[in-house]
């Protein structure tokens, strides 16, 4: 483990040389790096060290990246997850993304897009302004300085990627966005990399207001809105 001043990411990847690349791109980049190798590890480590984010391969021994995720969230751990899938794995990658995860990264995959995912990932959970004006919407009411929302007076436990795509929609109600701007607005990052996650998060968001769901409106061919 090393342990530098951008804070501690978890990587658990049973294919060493993956770990090994993943370990010296982050390096380089600041981050302090812990490498295990199995599920079972990485999970006691995740909730030993309390990284800043784990990047978690999908398919490990003795238990999957999906697995850890659920465990963390259903601890009330919402520290942000990556997942590492192979490029064939479009059920795995919904799966993990429907459990709480915030990204995914396919392999082959380059270092460097998945640093630039962790950092992305990172600045959007850690930005706070509390001169940023509290947002509402029928019953849903959104903060983003405290980084909270409510829905029909009911406190929302969001991941920090449902939280931003919610708050993205919400700063413009009635204004429909594709989901290629959804993608660059809110991940950071361009639409080759595929809107089918747009379209989980949007359920996971959706299924978590309860209610109040009918206010994120689906504008079939195009993308979503917040209805104003």
Known sequence: MTDTGKGLVLV???ERPIADLVRLYLSREGYGVQVEHDGTAGLAAARRLHPVACILDIALPGMDGTEICRRLRA????????FLTARDDEVDRIVGLELGGDDYVTKPFSPRELVTRVK???RRAAVVSETDRVRTLGTLVLDPGR????ADGRALTLTATEFDLLAHLLGRPGRVFT????????????SHAGTRTVDVHVAQVRAKLGPAAGLIRTVRGVGYTADA
């Open 12 to 14: 658990v990847e049973d």
């Open 75 to 82: 601890d009330g751990d919402w520290t942000p997850v990556i």
């Open 120 to 122: 992305a990932l990172l």
């Open 147 to 150: 980084r909270t929302v409510t």
């Open 179 to 190: 989901r290629e701007e959804l993608l660059a607005a809110v991940w950071g990052y361009a």
